[in-house]
């Protein structure tokens, strides 16, 4: 098999956008609006909706990569870089759902349900709480990791022209 399965395929890139998505909106959108601000608590919303979707496709990923045929590893030549490519994967599946857990951790500490439904204010800030800390930190190595995993793939595809690409993409 030279090929990863279309479900596969499909969750990576739609992980892809999703992750990518959320970390471009908790840096810069959330980030920048202060609580008070009425565009933030929709906002929030959102994030969270979103963070559920990643968190459970995220874990469909992991239980379906058991069952799904996939293609062997692709070696680069280099053994250290060999097992990079085997761990860094795991890796990032286990901060998307740590990064998940943090969001819904502070979620509930901060009230964010009750401030959903109209109950409560949203709290002047989010850095009072732990997990407010846990989620950054988090998100800036999912960030790093991403950008690894990306020099990675266009290493594969550009020097070592192992066409790393076909195998994750749709066709035949």
């Given at each position: ?88 994967p795991r890796i990032l599946n286990i ?41 950054a930190i988090l998100g800036t190595l ?27 993409w749709f066709g035949k």
């Amino acid at each position: 098999m030279d090929r990863y399965h279309p479900i596969t395929v499909t969750l990576h890139w739609l992980l892809a956008v999703l992750v990518i998505g959320m970390l471009v909106m908790g840096k810069t959108g959330l980030n920048a609006l202060p609580n008070s601000e009425p565009d933030k608590l929709w906002l929030l919303g959102l994030h969270r909706l979103v963070g559920i979707a990643v968190l459970v496709l995220t874990v469909l990923r992991i239980v379906l990569r058991r069952f799904l045929p996939a293609p062997g590893h692709l070696g680069t030549g280099s053994r250290f870089l060999d097992k990079l490519g085997v761990v860094m994967p795991r890796i990032l599946n286990i901060f998307v759902i740590l990064m998940a857990a943090s969001g819904i951790w502070l979620g509930q500490q901060a009230g964010l349900s009750e401030a959903l439904s109209g109950a409560a204010p949203l709290p002047e800030t989010f850095y009072a709480y732990t997990p407010r800390m846990v989620h950054a930190i988090l998100g800036t190595l999912i960030i790093a990791i991403l950008v690894f995993h990306v020099l990675g793939a266009l290493y594969h595809q550009i020097m070592l022209q192992d066409r790393l690409f076909s195998r994750l993409w749709f066709g035949k």
